[in-house]
């Protein structure tokens, strides 16, 4: 019987030692397989061959050679530079493509590249850079320092893995943070690292707006509207005209409410809910935005350039302008506003009888935040006894979704997001984790069945989806290998939605989840935008678009424009190349707004934590590299790195299939969820600490 697993373990083999020829008998002893399991590997040396992943010639096997393949073009993935390895990586399709140090030319984090590849080894495909296609970025932001009378620039982003020159200081002074135009990439064969003048003083470093307004350039995001864009608002109005609202469902009567995070200031979706005597109608009313943004405006052209709403702590840089995002379209209560209503009908068991979709117009009678449901779910909070009736039967139907959902394979991940907490000067003063509560369960589930329902409805002709592939086999099979260690058992079968929910429910308390959660995620495909239907694996949706944030995602607002033709019978607006170009667009520019956020929120923590130094905390090891180990805090929701050359008491060897270190004289071991007091020992780019 043909075994994957073993088909992974057979090809690692060959590949390792790819001009040796193995005998049957060869591999089943460099397996250490028994003599029973022999008709197993046969089948599967069998199926490989047949299927050319590995080649067989006179009863010996052995690896399918790598073609001396030319102008291979990817992506350059400095990550592992900027860790002082000595190899990095591009980003290539079918697979990624490693590269030493000395081979990458000078080549730059994201820059695109065309890469010779040259041989494979341990799995992986070894090639050299040859050309850079494409530069990122020619802006380097970063912080400016003289040092031995040259001038440098040190780059925010840490995967900029080296310094730059500065030819033109302009302005500048030590200490501050600038942006840096490159006029010189540099050369890594003659040791000369790049260069290129200050165009712009950004302020002192360290300061919590500076910090932001660094992201901000090294991004590139816009912080203005074209005013040929703001030229356009002048023709809307906040008054609705009675002609409109006659061709559209009338729900202002119908009790319906907002809720949303106590910041929040653009509300695109609103609930309601009725009970009769034979079950329950829940509507979920999204803010028909695509009514006052023609697909053809400078609008809608702007919207699609910035792709989404960017959210730092203290600011956002909206897709829309705040007359649409904060006013026109946002569901503010007491106020009539236009919108697409999606109404689910269930009858007394939760089941649903039917769906459908309409232009409606509804008067939104309160806003609530997350925080004031949970207090009311608490006992804590009364509410008017409507409301309160109402939100009952929605916690109720919210518990059987859930129930549901997680029968079919939904993964439910805890990696809470960090909370920033400030001072009246813009100083962060604590962090803290968030916490996923009823309140935001019961949202989340409403919208994805809005947004479910709305994907099956397109579905008929051409869309774009948001997907979630499952994930490959063989990280799998290494997640099983390193977790096996860990006496948590992962029984691999087909359904993989099973398989990760059971390992999910093995894990026997909060420590192992604030590790292994993460391991999961990282296992996994990232979810992102297509034309083709491929489901949503982490939902376990076979449908899945989305739909109900058309203020703050270019993909909604495309949806919503598809939705309204097909509801009043009229083509799609959009061609399938169209769509396939702005499915590319959504993806890339939100995997930009995942990066800026994340650099921001690093950055305040840095910050934040300079002023800890010399502090002791409790923390968890949550990761291990080869040479040192990451730890989060248990008081905050910080990680940092514990080099391996900071433990003196004995002389560690790395284990990397177990992830651990174990002390050689002493035996002493440092692995995954041990619990640790540590020393805040100093802050840089990265937070360093020392085991005490």
């Not at 397989?33 to 022999?38: D, E, G, I, Q, V």
């Not at 897709?319 to 649409?324: F, Q, T």
């Not at 997350?370 to 109720?396: C, G, H, P, Q, V």
């Not at 604590?430 to 916490?435: A, C, I, M, N």
């Amino acid at each position: 019987m043909y075994d994957k697993k073993l088909a992974y373990i057979v090809k690692k083999i060959l590949e390792d030692s790819p001009h040796n020829h193995f005998k049957l008998k060869d591999i089943a002893r460099a397996i250490g397989l028994r003599k029973h399991k022999y008709k197993n590997l046969i089948d599967t040396l069998f199926k490989l061959a047949k299927d050319k992943e590995i080649n067989q010639k006179n009863r010996k096997y052995y690896a399918v050679k790598v073609k001396n393949t030319k102008n291979i073009i990817g992506i350059f993935d400095a990550t592992t530079l900027a860790r002082n390895k000595s190899f990095a990586f591009v980003k290539a399709e079918p697979e990624d493509i490693f590269v030493s140090s000395e081979d990458t030319l000078n080549a730059y984090h994201n820059d695109t590249v065309e890469v010779e590849v040259n041989y494979q080894r341990n799995g992986k495909k070894h090639g050299i850079i040859t050309k850079v296609v494409k530069r990122a970025n020619k802006k380097v932001i970063g912080t400016f320092q003289e040092y031995h009378g040259k001038n440098y620039i040190i780059p925010d982003n840490s995967r900029i893995h080296t310094n730059f020159a500065v030819n033109d200081i302009s302005n500048s002074k030590t200490g501050e943070k600038v942006v840096l135009e490159v006029t010189n990439w540099g050369s890594r064969e003659y040791y000369k690292i790049p260069a290129g003048n200050i165009i712009e003083v950004l302020g002192k470093a360290g300061n919590p707006d500076v910090e932001i307004l660094s992201v901000i350039r090294q991004y590139e995001l816009p912080l203005e509207f074209p005013q040929n864009v703001l030229d356009e608002l002048n023709d809307l109005s906040d008054e609705i005209p009675a002609n409109i609202i006659s061709k559209r469902k009338d729900l202002r009567n119908l009790l319906t409410f907002t809720i949303d995070p106590a910041s929040a200031r653009d509300f695109d979706d609103a609930i309601s809910l009725i009970q009769d005597e034979k079950g329950f109608t829940l509507y979920v009313h999204i803010a028909d935005v695509a009514q006052y943004i023609g697909i053809k405006s400078k609008l809608f052209e702007e919207a699609t350039k910035r792709g989404n709403s960017y959210y730092f702590p203290k600011k956002v840089i909206p897709m829309l302008p705040e007359k649409i995002s904060n006013k026109i379209c946002s569901l503010r209560p007491f106020e009539d506003k236009l919108t697409l209503t999606v109404q689910t009908r269930y009858n007394t068991d939760f089941k649903v009888i039917a769906q459908s979709v309409y232009e409606s117009v509804i008067c939104s009678n309160a806003r609530f935040n997350y925080e004031e449901i949970d207090e009311f779910f608490d006992e804590k909070k009364e509410l008017e006894t409507k409301i309160a009736e109402t939100i009952n039967i929605m916690r109720k139907l919210s518990a059987s979704l859930t129930k549901n959902r997680v029968k079919c394979g939904y993964l439910r991940l805890n990696i809470p997001e960090t909370i920033f907490v400030f001072d009246d000067e813009g100083h962060v003063i604590d962090l803290e984790r968030s916490k996923e509560t009823d309140s935001h369960k019961m949202i989340e589930n409403f919208m994805l069945v809005a947004n479910e329902f709305i994907a099956k409805e397109l579905s008929v002709g051409k869309t774009i989806f948001r997907i979630h592939e499952k994930p490959d086999e063989e990280r799998l099979l290494k997640l099983k290998e390193e977790i096996t260690s860990y006496n948590i058992k992962m029984e691999m079968h087909q359904n993989l939605n099973i398989v990760l929910q059971n390992l999910l429910n093995q894990l026997p308390d909060e420590n192992y989840h604030r590790v292994f959660d993460r391991k999961i995620l990282r296992s996994m495909k990232k979810a992102k935008y297509t034309v083709e239907n491929m489901g949503h694996f982490g939902l376990a949706m076979r449908y899945y678009t989305h739909f109900t944030s058309p203020i703050r995602r270019i993909s909604d607002l495309i949806i919503h424009h598809q939705i309204k033709n097909k509801l009043n019978s009229q083509q799609t607006p959009f061609s399938s190349s169209h769509l396939f170009k702005l499915a590319k667009i959504a993806t890339e520019r939100e995997q930009v707004a995942d990066e800026s956020e994340r650099e921001v929120d690093l950055k305040n923590k840095t910050i934040f934590m300079k002023k800890k130094v010399g502090d002791e905390y409790t923390a968890i090891i949550i990761a291990v590299r080869n040479n040192s180990f990451i730890v989060e805090l248990d008081r905050y929701p910080v990680t940092g790195i514990v080099e391996l050359s900071s433990l003196s008491d004995d002389h560690y060897e790395f284990f990397p299939q177990h992830s651990r270190f174990i002390g050689k004289r002493k035996g002493k071991i440092y692995k995954l969820t041990d619990k640790l007091n540590v020393l805040l020992s100093s802050v840089d780019d990265e937070i360093h600490f020392k085991v005490l």
